[in-house]
């Protein structure tokens, strides 16, 4: 499970960032970009249009929409439900459901 830090990176000493610096400079696949660089670049959908169209959305939900919360839950629960692969918060929500009483609708 990622943990995420609130504290802020510590400051590169000048010697980390002088090997840094000399890495990026030593690479020729990918240069530093200039400044010219930046004024010529162009948005992908510019850039490259038929294949901007090409690219399909994520598509209409194929239940009815979710609401975003914030929700603190014990780092058992997570990983246990992480340790299932990718679903886990949909099985989050199945639980939820169970322990809150509601049914899953009738067929028929």
Known sequence: MKIVSKRKPRALSDAAEARIQAGIAADPDNPEWT???????KPFTKAFPALS?????????????????SLRLTREVIERFKAGGPGWQSRIDKALKKAAGFRPPSCG
Do not use: L
């Open 35 to 41: 400044a010219q660089d930046f004024r010529r670049a």
């Open 53 to 69: 169209e090409s690219q399909r959305g994520r598509g209409p939900q194929k239940e009815p929409t979710k609401v975003a919360v």
